[in-house]
């Protein structure tokens, strides 16, 4: 009889159980040295926390990746962005350059001339597509009366068809029924301009034996005062004369792109300017006075740019500005 | 008396609508596109005028619309009468040959619309001494392809003129298709 009353193996199994720590820290262990029965686990745990590390690495990682990649979409939506601020600005920044140049070519000719021009832009064209008149924004409140004449620093444009209070209808001179006295600057032969296409004219009633050749520059006459006298139209391109007949016809390309006008003078009086006696045959061409004058002050260039608005913005701006003789041109007039 | 009143007030409706999309042709599109051929945009309001009213009445539209236009052009008058008169004859007498219920309809006949006036006014210039040397072809082309995209979007704005001022639309099935 167990006289205790308890169980010898479990008794043993407890203290063999309690005595196995103690046994560990007793035993003596080579620094460095793995016990061999330890290997096999070691091993396995090696295994699986090298995993465990690849794949937390491998997370870690695609999290970073997809959180940067938000964060790239995100900066490049707002580069896109400022990209597209930046090109508008740029367009901007260019088209008002190109306007300041335009502008300082149109105050430095205003400026060099006698003649009292007013500026007009540009607000419409022709509703037909075989008729090439434009509409401006000036009107008689401006002082523009019928006939005067239109201008751009490089030579004439047409000449004003009907005026209205505050905007004005300008035949261009590539319309087949304008009619503009020119002379051709070399010879003083005499002929009248009009149109034939958008980009050609012709010189009519020259007569036969007058002296005309290919590349002439065919000038204003003057004679009606509507235009300066001497101010280049175009050149000549191509010069028929018939077997029969008294005159002679030519061809002449106009120096002023009639498809590309935005900007342009009305020439309220012409102030008897005669650039024939400014300028040679070979001075022609953009910019028409550059070559006399100072390049104009940036304030004198922002007072050209506002005078270019629309005539509403400044009513009676030009009130003191002369107004041509009201005498009606005889060559213009062949329209009516 | 308000039936008058309801006729001037239609037709001036149509003929300020003529106004405005003349002048969005001439200068809106000018502003845009610049010297590129512009879809003839009025030309949609004398086509639905042509198909949809009497023949006296297309007629003194079409020298209505003339004298609107008189302003926008430098085409005598004259010729731009006879030009607006022959296109909305020309509609009518096609209304009468050939008709289908669709708006393909109404965009053909803008189209044609568009080329007939630069042809009647080609003809109309060389008539009465003014030819034309070097009619814009090209121009034309692309006008009378133009101004027919403009027509399905116009005539349901026209139809609501119509009804607006309680006119009678001999052809509203065309109408009320593409509205």
Redesign the interface.
């Known amino acids: 009889m167990n006289f205790f009353a308890f169980d010898i193996r479990k008794a043993l199994i407890v203290l063999i159980v309690i005595a196995l720590p103690l046994l560990s820290i007793n035993m003596k262990r080579s620094p460095g040295e793995e016990p061999w029965y330890r290997k096999p686990v070691s091993a396995t745990v090696s295994v699986v926390q090298s995993g465990y590390s690849s794949f937390t690495s491998g997370v870690r990682s695609t999290t970073s990746m997809y959180l940067k990649l938000i964060g790239i979409k995100k900066r490049n939506l707002e580069l896109m962005h400022e990209n597209e601020e930046l090109r508008a600005k740029l367009g901007a920044i260019t088209e008002l350059k190109l306007e300041n140049e335009r502008l300082t070519k149109l105050l430095d000719f205003k400026r060099s001339t006698n003649m009292t021009l007013l500026a007009a832009k ?12 434009i ?1 401006i924004n000036r009107g008689t409140r401006n002082g523009l009366k019928k006939l005067m004449g239109v201008i751009t620093v490089e030579g004439v444009v047409g000449y004003v ?2 005026a ?1 209070a505050d905007s004005a ?1 300008v ?1 261009v001179l590539t ?3 304008s009619a503009i006295d020119g002379i051709v600057q070399r010879t003083r032969a005499r002929g009248l301009i009009s149109g ?3 980009s ?1 004219c012709r010189l009519r009633y020259l007569e036969r034996a007058d002296d005309v050749a290919v590349g002439d520059m065919i000038v204003t006459s003057g004679l009606q005062g509507y235009f300066p006298k001497g101010f280049p139209i175009g050149r000549l391109t191509s010069v028929r004369k018939t077997d029969f007949g008294i005159s002679q016809e030519a061809e002449v390309s106009p120096v002023v792109n009639p ?2 006008l935005e900007e342009l003078f009305v020439v309220l009086n012409a102030g008897h300017e005669d650039f024939n006696e400014r300028f040679g045959d070979q001075d022609f061409g953009p910019p028409l006075l550059s070559k006399t004058n100072p390049p104009p002050s940036p304030e004198a260039t922002a007072a050209a740019a506002a005078s270019i608005v629309p005539a509403s913005a400044s009513p009676g701006a030009h009130d003191a500005h002369k107004t041509a003789t009201s005498a009606p041109s005889p060559a213009a007039g062949a329209h009516q | 008396m308000k039936e008058k009143l309801k006729l001037g007030g239609n037709v001036l409706l149509f003929l300020l609508a003529t106004l405005l999309l ?2 969005v ?3 809106l599109w ?2 845009i596109f ?2 590129f ?1 512009s879809p003839a945009l009025w030309i949609p309001v004398l086509i639905y005028v042509a198909l949809n009213r009497s023949t006296l009445e297309t007629i003194i539209y079409s020298y209505l619309t003339a004298f609107v ?1 008189a ?6 008058e004259g010729v731009l009468m006879i030009s607006c008169l022959g296109v909305a004859l020309t509609a009518q007498v096609f209304k009468k040959r050939i008709y289908w219920v669709s708006a393909s309809y109404i965009m053909m006949v803008s189209g044609l619309g568009a080329l007939f006036f ?1 042809l009647y ?2 003809g109309a ?1 060389y008539v009465f001494g ?1 030819p ?5 072809i090209i ?2 082309l692309i ?1 009378a392809l133009l101004t027919p995209l403009a027509a399905p979007v116009l005539f349901p704005v026209f139809r609501w003129f119509d009804r607006i001022t309680d006119r009678v639309e001999p052809m509203a099935e065309i109408t009320a298709r593409v509205s």
């Open positions: 540009v607000i419409a064209r022709d509703l037909s597509p075989d008729h090439y008149a509409r068809l009907k209205d209808q035949l319309d087949r029924s034939k296409n958008s050609t498809s590309n | 003349a002048t042709q001439t200068s000018f502003q610049g010297y051929p236009l302003s926008m052009t430098a085409m005598p630069q006014h080609w210039a003014d034309l040397s070097s009619p814009a121009d034309w006008e």
